[in-house]
Nanobody, 122 residues
Framework: QVQLAESGGGLVQTGDSLRISCAAS????????MAWFRQAPGKAHEFVSI????????YYTDAVKGRFTISIDNTKKILYLQMDSLKPEDTAVYYC???????????????WGQGTQVTVSS
């Protein structure tokens, strides 16, 4: 079993930065690929970024490329998402997820956190 717990969300202004974290626990961590998804009000889950369990493969959705940075500390079992130059359209609940395979779809992921709210005011 894998347990995930996000933290660090909050209310920021356009152009601000914020770092959110996801603490992972479980016997099979760190051998899972980790990802961030987000869900804005009234919308479906949207893939944001993925990092391999070794940290040597990373992918971002186009909407956040150049602004967001994903990283992982396998010693501490913590996943991070550094978000810079935030925009109102980044407002969403952000979820971390873990999967044994590499995937960009919600259904590819077996384990999910409870989410952390990020709100960007204009």
């Amino acid at each position: 079993q894998v347990q995930l717990a996000e933290s660090g969300g909050g209310l920021v202004q356009t152009g601000d930065s914020l770092r959110i974290s996801c603490a992972a626990s479980g016997r099979t961590i760190p051998y899972y690929n980790m990802a961030w998804f987000r869900q804005a009000p009234g919308k479906a889950h949207e893939f944001v970024s993925i990092i391999s369990w070794r940290g040597d493969s990373i992918y971002y959705t186009d909407a956040v490329k150049g602004r967001f940075t994903i990283s992982i500390d396998n010693t501490k079992k913590i996943l991070y998402l550094q978000m810079d130059s935030l925009k109102p359209e980044d407002t969403a609940v952000y979820y971390c997820a873990a999967a044994a395979t590499w995937g960009l779809r919600q259904k590819d992921y077996e384990y999910w956190g409870q989410g952390t709210q990020v709100t960007v005011s204009s």
